[in-house]
Nanobody, 125 residues
Framework: QVQLVESGGGLVQAGGSLRLSCAASGRTFNNYAMGWFRQAPGKEREFVAAISWSSGNTYSTDSVKGRFTISRDNAKNTVYLQMNSLKPEDTAVYYC??????????????????WGQGTQVTVSS
């Protein structure tokens, strides 16, 4: 089992920044690829970004490229999502998730074995 706890969400004005953190406990954190997803009101959950266990590979959805950066610190069992130039359409609950492998479908929910409870991000216009 891997337990994931997100933090760092909040209310921010458009153009502002937030850094989300996801602390992991349980099984060896650095065995897992990590991802961030989000779910806006009335919409399905969508992929945001992912990072391989060694940080050698990252992948993000087009809508956040150049604005969001995923990183991890395996010594601290934590993955981060730095979000800059936030837009109202970034408003959502953000979830982190852990996957046992990195592959071409790392942007799919079914690749992930463990999920956090989510943290709310609200961007005002």
């Amino acid at each position: 089992q891997v337990q994931l706890v997100e933090s760092g969400g909040g209310l921010v004005q458009a153009g502002g920044s937030l850094r989300l953190s996801c602390a992991a406990s349980g099984r060896t954190f650095n065995n897992y690829a990590m991802g961030w997803f989000r779910q806006a009101p009335g919409k399905e959950r969508e992929f945001v970004a992912a990072i391989s266990w060694s940080s050698g590979n990252t992948y993000s959805t087009d809508s956040v490229k150049g604005r969001f950066t995923i990183s991890r610190d395996n010594a601290k069992n934590t993955v981060y999502l730095q979000m800059n130039s936030l837009k109202p359409e970034d408003t959502a609950v953000y979830y982190c998730a852990a996957a046992l492998s990195w592959g071409p479908e790392i942007d799919r929910e079914y690749e992930y074995d463990y999920w956090g409870q989510g943290t709310q991000v609200t961007v005002s216009s």
